[in-house]
């Protein structure tokens, strides 16, 4: 790997102007998952950019995913599609406040981006929802309807999230991206092993659903826009 890539300096400023175009700041779903695309793209370029030993001498870092709590469940079954999909580990611990949070752990960049698409993602589980309970009223059941719905979501996505992953690696890179994604991998696998954690299976959690919901939710997961789509 050279040190051919584009200008560093150039390539954070786009980072920094495709993080910036968030729904929170009035752009629509569609925009900011696309701009998670592009996100995803430049920080690869921006790691090619780096070349090989300075990305090997790179250091990782954690990053917090507080989850809103009438998302979690849904959330939970799309973080470790955005972990892989930015070459991170991730896992669930609790905060000092005794709350269940994710973390993510991998290179700068890459944790950037993860909390850039975990945001995208999020905002369209509420799009899809609003969508699809628009002038629809319901009665409560013994199975939650919109929990059901967003899960069905929310594995559409995941599914599709690990197809991109793979799609992903090196297709829009010179050369072809495998020698980076190795030496990502690498990085993240070796400073992990210094952090010595051990971790407990998780077991599940018990919520009721409704096959009908779920359906609907999966088919609204396999319409929505996600980084890594084209348009054309």
Same mark, same amino acid.
């Given at each position: 790997?050279?040190?051919?890539?584009?200008?560093?300096?150039?390539?954070?400023?786009?980072?920094?102007?495709?993080?910036?175009?968030?729904?929170?700041?009035? +752009?629509?779903?569609?925009?900011?998952?696309?701009?998670?695309?592009?996100?995803?793209?430049?920080? %690869?370029?921006?790691?090619?950019?780096?070349?090989?030993?300075?990305?090997?001498?790179?250091?990782?870092?954690?990053?917090?995913?507080?989850?809103?709590?009438?998302?979690?469940?849904?959330?939970?079954? +799309?973080?470790?599609?955005?972990?892989?999909? +930015? %070459? +991170?580990?991730?896992?669930?611990?609790?905060?000092?406040?005794?709350?269940?949070?994710?973390?993510?752990?991998?290179?700068?960049?890459?944790?950037?981006?993860?909390?850039?698409?975990?945001?995208?993602?999020?905002?369209?589980?509420?799009?899809?929802?609003?969508?699809?309970?628009?002038?629809?009223?319901?009665?409560?059941?013994?199975?939650?309807?919109?929990?059901?719905?967003?899960?069905?979501?929310?594995?559409?996505?995941?599914?599709?999230?690990?197809?991109?992953?793979?799609?992903?690696?090196?297709?829009?890179?010179?050369?072809?991206?495998?020698?980076?994604?190795?030496?990502?991998?690498?990085?993240?696998?070796?400073?992990?092993?210094?952090?010595?954690?051990?971790?407990?299976?998780?077991?599940?959690?018990?919520?009721?659903?409704?096959?009908?919901?779920? %359906?609907?939710?999966?088919?609204?997961?396999?319409?929505?826009?996600?980084?890594?789509?084209?348009?054309?």
């Amino acid at each position: 790997m050279t040190q051919g890539g584009p200008d560093r300096d150039k390539v954070r400023a786009r980072l920094q102007a495709l993080q910036a175009k968030t729904v929170a700041n009035g +752009c629509t779903e569609e925009e900011a998952l696309a701009a998670a695309e592009k996100v995803a793209e430049l920080l %690869d370029l921006y790691h090619l950019s780096l070349g090989e030993l300075e990305l090997r001498r790179s250091r990782c870092e954690r990053l917090v995913l507080e989850t809103d709590r009438k998302l979690r469940v849904a959330m939970g079954l +799309c973080i470790p599609a955005i972990a892989a999909y +930015c %070459d +991170c580990k991730v896992w669930r611990e609790r905060d000092a406040k005794g709350q269940s949070v994710f973390v993510l752990f991998g290179l700068p960049g890459a944790l950037e981006t993860a909390g850039f698409v975990h945001d995208a993602i999020a905002a369209a589980l509420r799009a899809a929802w609003a969508n699809h309970s628009q002038g629809r009223s319901f009665i409560r059941h013994a199975v939650d309807e919109k929990g059901s719905f967003l899960i069905g979501v929310a594995v559409s996505l995941a599914d599709r999230l690990d197809a991109l992953k793979h799609a992903r690696n090196g297709a829009h890179l010179p050369g072809g991206g495998g020698a980076l994604v190795e030496i990502r991998h690498s990085v993240v696998e070796s400073e992990f092993a210094r952090l010595g954690l051990t971790f407990r299976q998780g077991g599940a959690s018990g919520k009721r659903l409704s096959p009908e919901a779920f %359906d609907a939710g999966r088919t609204a997961g396999h319409t929505a826009h996600l980084p890594g789509d084209n348009d054309a």
